[in-house]
């Protein structure tokens, strides 16, 4: 059960993230946008794990590292074209 309902909140976490990106109300280059996406991949990434989901184990530890990086490295500065 307890998996079920942090398989649910961690998928509705990175589709907020997308949704309110994809609206315009949320820049990917604010913390929050990242700290949404770092926990609902962790959050999927332990469902993954319990459930010995090997594909969903690379994919959600790889959107969660992703997120983490972009976490700590801050935003960055807009290269001229």
């Known amino acids: 059960m307890w998996l ?3 398989s649910l909140v961690g998928a509705f976490l990175i589709l907020f993230a997308y949704a ?3 609206a315009g109300r949320m820049s990917r280059e604010t913390p929050v ?3 949404t996406n ?3 991949g962790g959050l999927l990434l332990v469902v993954a794990v319990a459930a010995r989901q090997i594909g ?3 994919l959600e ?3 969660t590292v992703i ?7 801050g935003p960055r500065s807009e290269r001229p074209t």
């Open 4 to 6: 079920q309902a942090a």
């Open 20 to 22: 309110a990106h994809q």
């Open 33 to 35: 946008y990242h700290i």
């Open 38 to 40: 770092a926990l609902g």
């Open 56 to 58: 969903f184990i690379v």
């Open 61 to 63: 530890g790889v959107w």
């Open 67 to 73: 997120s983490l990086v972009a976490l700590f490295r």
